[in-house]
């Protein structure tokens, strides 16, 4: 026989059999897909940003598909998007409020007191493991930027008090920067929130004042001046409950550090004003 | 015995598979960012090159050698490997999803990576037996393996200890990082064949 003809042959059976092997393998191991995962998947932002707590957007698809959970699980999707989603598995939308991350600490370089010069790895992780951080205060934000580094929104940025500061316009609330914190010091809030009680310290007050000027001392000065009732002192620091906050400012004058500030963080124009 | 265990050590340490006969060099930077992903590559590696270098030498003893047509190496072992993998894929998707949710993403990946067809013809041009092919198959992907998790072991403490100057970050000192281990792995050429 030809030398090609024998080559064609051998090659092209070759090929026949796995063709073959493969299509009854497809045949016989297949796996029925529901195909609105897909198209859920299509709708997700496909960021993968693991906010929802799945490994990835086609994740949490198959999820809502299951059922496991809402429609709207996705903390970044857009209102459009988490509509036709619901439209898709026929579940009713329940309408949850927008979050955004928030800077729990106001420490900065001219407020708050380190302990020592850190020069290791930079890295919040790192420098918590180091005798506890830098910082004075060991609930404060040490700064090094390891909330920046994990937010794949480009929503944070180091300020230039060496404090991270957060654009509201980015943030989808994925709660990246919530998660690699070792202080916890971003947290979510919903973006009506007024008033914000920004320390995480539960030191008492003399403790805190010893380590910061701008720490929460649990006076419970702005417990007594709300008219809302809005204002817990939960183990010696102050909680604004943004369901009962209408805003008023109150707080903001009366507060001594000047800790409780509207959400924007500016500081109270009592404080502007007396420096 | 010895002979399989000198095998293993030179397929492993000596003349490893990535950084002295340089082949899957494009997983030992594309998946090495996180220990996870080079542990879920190593084993979906491990796992196919096995498969495939002895289905390949398999088909190259029954059919090439006996038609006389050795040149078609090539094409036909990249097309048993690929079907191979494709046929892995679907029967793990079914019977074992957990495994497949873990190697599933770097099945396809394999598919078309030179580490599985590298060993698979160094098979033939040796002329292991049987037994050698899959001993030297697996030990191959093992050393493959061994390094991708060293690698992405250094390069996580590179990036931890974010030392790297900006313009060698990602990609370059991640070539830096393999030359060097190549030269260290060089060191212990000539311990065997």
Known sequence: MEPVLIAMLAVGAIGLIAGALLSIAAKVFYVPVDPRVGQIGDLLPGANCGGCGFAGCLDLAGAIVNGQVPPNACRCASEEANRRIAALIGAALEEREREIACIFCKGDAAHARRRFRYLGIADCRAAELVAGGDKACRYGCLGLGTCVAACIFDALRMGEDGLPVVNPDRCTACGACVRICPRHIPRLVPVSQKAIAFCTSHDPGKAVKEVCEVGCIACGLCKKVCPEKAIEIVSLLAVVDPAKCTGCGKCFEKCPTGIIRPATGEAPLRREAAA | ?193
């Not at chain 2, 029954?62 to 079907?83: H, K, N, R, W």
């Not at chain 2, 046929?87 to 770097?106: C, H, N």
């Not at chain 2, 060293?150 to 030359?179: H, N």
């Open chain 2, 1 to 193: 015995m010895q002979d399989y265990l000198l095998m293993i050590v030179a397929a492993v340490f000596i003349n490893n598979i990535v950084l002295i006969r340089f082949m899957g060099n494009c997983p030992l930077v594309g998946v090495t960012s996180s220990m996870e992903s080079a542990f879920g590559m190593g084993a979906a590696v491990v796992f196919v090159t096995t498969l495939a270098g002895t289905a390949c030498w398999i088909v190259q003893r029954l059919v090439l050698e006996p038609l006389g047509i050795e040149y078609l190496q090539t094409l036909v072992f990249i097309l048993i490997i690929a079907s191979l993998v494709q046929f892995v894929e679907i029967v793990l998707q079914k019977t074992a999803p957990p495994l497949y949710r873990t190697l599933g993403i770097y099945l396809p990946l394999i598919t078309t990576n030179c580490m599985v067809f590298g060993s698979s013809i160094l098979n033939i041009k040796q002329d292991h037996t049987f037994m050698q092919t899959l001993v030297f198959s697996l030990a191959s992907a093992v050393g493959f393996s061994l390094v991708l998790v060293f690698m992405a072991g250094l390069r996580e403490r590179m990036e931890a200890a974010g030392k790297v100057p900006a313009a060698l970050c990602g990609v370059p000192i991640t070539l830096i990082t393999a030359g060097m281990m190549g030269l260290s792995f060089a060191g212990l050429l000539g311990m065997a064949k």
